[in-house]
C-alpha cells in the first residue's frame, strides 16, 4: 500500500497555488525531466504531495543557481544510492531468515 504523500491527486492548479510556482514552470520541469505527474484519460496532470516537495526542493536549487541537468544528474544519484541501499537491506533480511531471492 502506498503512502497518501505518493497517490497523484492534485492538479496542476492547485499546484500552483501551494508552490507559488508557475503552470508554465512546473510544466518546464516535467518537460526536462525532473517530476513525471501521472495523467488522467483526458490528460489532465495530476500530482503527488512528494512532487510538490521535490518541486520545492527544485525551486531553492533553482534560486542558488542550479542548473536543471545538474538537478536532474542529482536525482538520478540519489534513486541510484536508494535502489543500492534497498537491495542491502533485502540482502540482509534474506540472509537473516534463511530466504531466497525472489
Known amino acids: ?26 510544466r518546464y520541469y516535467e518537460s526536462r525531466g525532473l517530476i513525471f505527474p501521472e495523467r488522467t484519460e483526458r490528460g ?19 534560486e542558488e543557481g542550479i ?3 545538474e538537478i536532474k544528474k542529482e536525482l538520478l544519484n540519489d534513486n541510484k544510492k536508494r535502489e543500492v541501499r534497498d537491495n542491502m537491506i533485502q ?8 530466504m531466497k531471492k525472489l
Open 44 to 62: 489532465t496532470r495530476k500530482y503527488s504531495f512528494s512532487d510538490i516537495e521535490l518541486l520545492m526542493d527544485i525551486a531553492d536549487k533553482r
Open 91 to 98: 540482502g540482509q533480511l534474506n540472509a537473516q531468515f534463511n
Open 1 to 26: 500500500m502506498s503512502s497518501y504523500k505518493d497517490k497523484k491527486v492534485i492538479t496542476i492548479g492547485i499546484v500552483n497555488e501551494i508552490t507559488g510556482l508557475t503552470c508554465r514552470m512546473i
Open 67 to 69: 542548473q536543471t541537468y
